[in-house]
């Protein structure tokens, strides 16, 4: 989760919503992605998405089979029907996103019947640092 979090500051100095991911396979990093929506102009660039396009190139397959995503912020719909759709196994994250969060916070998404594959999450790998880089991105968007 520490390189999450390094990736959710790469994020914070870009004026972007500070969240990083990363995928881990076999206990290697395969994908490494933050929030770029504002420097790529995509709604899709989401640090989630990012790390699973990353992991897919450098695997070489899209289905992403026995893998870990570590996210900064509970994940939203979209990145939730992504981490299904790419066969992820496993997403630790760190804070709950009241907001948009769709695994516990808004929705639990996960638990749908409706999907086919089946994906396991824990919640509140360091919690206080992920919250926190949130709180001051968005204290200092209002001051």
């Known amino acids: 989760m520490q390189e999450a979090l390094d990736l959710a500051h790469e994020a914070f100095l870009m004026e972007e919503v500070p969240v990083g ?3 881990v396979s076999n206990g290697a990093v395969v994908g490494r992605g933050f929030n770029q929506t504002l420097s790529r102009s995509s709604v899709l660039a989401h640090a989630e998405l990012i ?12 289905r992403l ?5 570590f996210s900064t912020i509970e994940p939203c719909h979209m990145c939730a029907k992504a981490i299904i759709d790419a066969r992820i196994s496993h997403i630790i994250f760190g804070a709950r996103e009241p907001k948009s969060g769709s695994i516990i916070s808004v929705d639990n998404f996960l638990d749908s019947k409706f999907h086919n594959h089946s ?9 206080d640092e992920c919250m926190e880089i949130m709180q001051r991105f968005f204290r200092a968007r209002r001051n």
């Open 21 to 23: 991911a990363i995928l």
């Open 65 to 69: 089979v026995d893998t870990i995503l």
């Open 119 to 127: 994906v396991s999450f824990e919640e509140g790998v360091l919690k």
């Open 51 to 62: 790390a699973i396009e990353d992991a897919s190139k450098n695997i070489g397959n899209h």
